[in-house]
């Protein structure tokens, strides 16, 4: 996977199974079982087969910024 294609994942509110699929090299079942154990810790959306991003990140302790496209931030002095 291309990092193009992970910061578009990313940019969404939130994430399918077919983006955890892409993500994590998964067949849909094994995607939509990850869900599932993303939302027994936290879900933020309460739509099925939908989590929230940050849901993802904590569940697998990324850190956010590590996704944060970098031009797009606002900077200092400007």
Do not use: C, W
Request: hydrophobic fraction near 30%; glycine fraction near 6%.
């Amino acid at each position: 996977m291309t990092y193009a294609k992970r910061e578009e994942i990313f940019s969404k509110d939130y994430l399918t199974i077919s983006d955890v699929q892409e993500l994590l090299g998964l067949s849909y079942g094994d995607a939509a079982k990850k869900i599932r154990d993303i939302k027994r810790r936290n879900d933020r959306l309460g739509i099925q087969g939908k989590i929230h991003v940050q849901d993802y990140l904590d569940y697998f302790a990324l850190p956010a910024d590590r996704y944060v496209n970098p031009q797009s931030e606002v900077r200092e002095g400007t």
